[in-house]
């Protein structure tokens, strides 16, 4: 195996969550001969002494031991918001080394988790067309459904996740930009699961501002790349995060999963979209999201466009 990709772990002020996600991150089979760097960011300027208490105390569990073979923590004394603190850490690491891990500090991953992104990351790391590595599978996606260990997706999952400096370069963070391409390039529909996967919703939310999150610009950029992401059938991380203590996540069970899978090698195979994972996803937004907001998202969409195009003469 090639140099093992560095690690990335965001943190704020979820001291329990922060020490669960090193924990299992230590437990990894790579972790040893790993180089681990830790960004923390810096206190918002209305933080109560409660929010201050826990940021200090989240800080102390990043010290706690050393979770991989080298350790740098990277302190901010500002608050950049959990948006602009990935893409900008991110951006640091991937662009010296070529290639990232990445993780926030609500995710527990297997023990085999770092195994497989980098036996990902070396099997695919020519493919242009594949851009992300996932380690999050939605538990309605059924394994046995799948003839391999890993399929190829649209969507790149962020909830333990790797990439490199060839697809990371295309990050487009300018929402209103994403949204007039997609529209010219006439993949609305697609990007939304038939205007199903609350994605549109997503991108005009920061598009108005009402939000500040970045993975939604992501899935944008990479699609409008023609992108794919490769995912393992089995999950190899879970998402403890949703539970209201989230900048952008509410309480639910949705995401859960009872057990997580072993998955330290990856097979290469054929660069597509693994057609009944599509499907499935497709019927499991509109059972999520509803027709309802189907409908209200397609007719925005229709008026944006025809305002877009046609207000001008």
Not at 54 to 69: A, F, P
Not at 273 to 300: C, D, I, P
């Amino acid at each position: 195996m090639s140099m093992l990709a560095p690690i990335v772990v965001f943190v704020y002020n979820r001291p329990e969550h922060t020490r669960k996600t090193l924990e299992a991150l230590s437990a990894n089979f790579l972790a040893s001969q790993s180089e681990l760097f830790v960004f923390a960011d810096g206190a918002r300027a209305n933080a109560t002494s409660n929010d201050l208490a826990k940021l200090e105390e989240t800080r102390k569990v990043i010290r706690e031991k050393d979770w991989c073979g080298k350790v740098t923590i990277i302190e901010r004394t500002d608050n950049a918001g959990l948006a602009a603190s990935i893409t900008s850490g991110v951006s640091r690491i991937v662009n010296e080394f070529g290639k990232v891990i990445v993780l926030e500090d609500d995710i527990v991953t297997a023990p085999s988790f770092l195994a497989y992104m980098n036996n990902a990351l070396q099997v695919y790391e020519n493919d242009e067309k594949v851009m992300h590595i996932a380690g999050f599978t939605f538990p309605w996606v059924e394994a046995s459904k799948i003839e391999q260990e890993t399929f190829f997706y649209r969507v790149p999952s962020c909830w333990g996740w790797a990439t490199w400096a060839r697809a990371w370069k295309h990050y487009n963070d300018d929402s209103k930009d994403l949204f007039v391409k997609l529209c010219e390039t006439n993949r609305l529909s697609y990007f939304d699961f038939e205007y199903s996967g609350g994605f549109l919703g997503q991108l005009n939310a920061n598009i108005v501002k009402s939000v500040r999150t970045w993975a939604v610009k992501w899935y944008a950029s990479t699609l409008l790349q023609n992108g794919i992401a490769l995912h393992p059938s089995v999950s190899l991380v879970n998402n403890i995060g949703f539970d209201s203590t989230g900048e952008n996540s509410n309480a639910t069970r949705l995401f859960d999963h009872k057990s997580l899978g072993n998955l330290d090698h990856v097979e290469r195979q054929e660069l597509k979209e693994n057609k009944y994972v599509a499907q499935r996803m497709t019927s499991a937004y509109r059972n999520t999201f509803g027709n309802r907001l189907r409908s209200f998202l397609a007719n925005r969409v229709k008026n944006f466009v025809r305002l877009k195009y046609f207000a001008k003469g």
